[in-house]
C-alpha cells in the first residue's frame, strides 16, 4: 500500500515570494530583497498581502519553484499523493489554483486536490509544507520546505528540505 | 471535544435536483417529474449532467434544501462543522460553492470549507451525504441523505434520512 503525502502548493510548488516582490514593485517602486526577509511572516513582511493575493492573476501568474515538476513527478509515481491547499481565506484563489496545477502539473488528476481553510482534517502519511502551522498539528512525518519566513524556524519534529532535490533524495 | 461532522452540499444543502430538471426544460423543453428519477444516477437521468454543472450559475444559484439553514445551525453549534464538497471535477463550481456558502450560510467560516475530488481523506466522526460513494469510505457514522439517486440503496451501515428534521432529530 503505497503511502499518502499531503504537497503544499504556496511556497512549495509555487514561487510566491517571487510574486509579492513583484506586486509590491509594481504597487510602491520598491523591489524588497528575498534575503532580507528571514524569520518574517509573509504578512509582515508585505504590508499589503491580502491586497496582492486578491489580485487578478497572483496565483494563475505564480512561478514554479525550481525543480518542482521533476519532483513532484517523481513522488507521484512512488506515492498517493495530493495536494493539498489553503485556498478559501481567498475565494478568487480557488479557480486559478486549480488552472495552475492543470497547466504545470497534468500528472495531477482532480482527485488529488484538496483546497481547503485548515489543514488539520487531511489524512496522509507525510506532510511537505512551508508554513509549520499546518506541519504542527499533522501526526505524520513532516517534511518543512524551506522559505524566509521559517527559515529561523528550530523543532525536531520537522525534517528541513531547501529544494525539490533534497525531497527526492529523501523520500 | 466536539465530535466532527462531515457534510455534502450537492443533495445535502443545495437542491441541486431543481436546478437539473430546470436546466433540462430550459435547453429541451421536457420538464422530468422528480418520482420517476428513483433509483437512477443523476448522470444517467439527466445525459447533459456535465454541460449542465459546468454552466455559469448552476451552483450559484441552485435552491436551498428545505430547513439545510436551521438544520446547519444546529449543528454548528452542537458539533464541530466542516463542509466537505465534491467539486475540484468542475472548476467552475468552486468560486460559486464559495460564495453560495457565504451568501445562505455565513455561520460558516472559510476555516470550515473543503472542496476536494474524492473524499476518503477527509477526518471526521459523521458524515452527511447522500452519495453512497463517499460513505463506503468512512469509517464513522454514515448518514445517508435521501435523493432521488439513492433512493433505491440498501445498506445496514447507512442510518438514511429523509430531511433536515431528522437530521435534528438523529443528532
Not at 88 to 105: A, D, G, I, M, V
Not at 134 to 144: E, H, P, Q, V
Request: glycine letters at 4%; proline letters at 4%.
Amino acid at each position: 500500500m503505497k503511502k499518502q503525502v499531503l504537497v503544499d502548493m504556496d511556497g512549495v510548488l509555487a514561487d510566491v515570494y517571487s510574486q509579492f516582490i513583484d506586486f509590491e514593485y509594481r504597487k510602491t517602486g520598491v523591489r524588497k530583497n528575498i534575503e532580507s526577509l528571514n524569520g518574517i511572516l509573509e504578512s509582515e513582511a508585505f504590508p499589503l498581502h491580502d491586497e496582492y493575493v486578491n489580485s487578478v492573476g497572483f496565483f494563475r501568474n505564480a512561478p514554479l519553484i525550481a525543480d518542482s515538476v521533476e519532483g513532484l513527478k517523481y513522488l507521484n509515481e512512488k506515492y498517493k499523493v495530493l495536494i493539498v491547499s489553503s485556498a478559501t481565506e481567498f475565494p478568487r484563489s480557488l479557480l486559478e489554483k486549480h488552472e495552475w496545477l492543470q497547466e504545470f502539473f497534468p500528472f495531477i488528476t482532480w482527485q488529488q486536490m484538496i483546497f481547503c481553510g485548515k489543514k488539520d482534517s487531511i489524512k496522509g502519511n507525510i506532510m511537505i509544507d512551508d508554513h509549520p502551522k499546518n506541519l504542527d498539528f499533522f501526526d505524520g512525518r513532516r517534511i518543512l520546505f524551506t522559505q524566509p519566513h521559517n527559515a529561523l524556524v528550530e523543532n525536531e519534529l520537522n525534517e528541513r528540505v531547501n529544494n525539490w532535490k533534497e525531497i527526492i533524495e529523501l523520500l
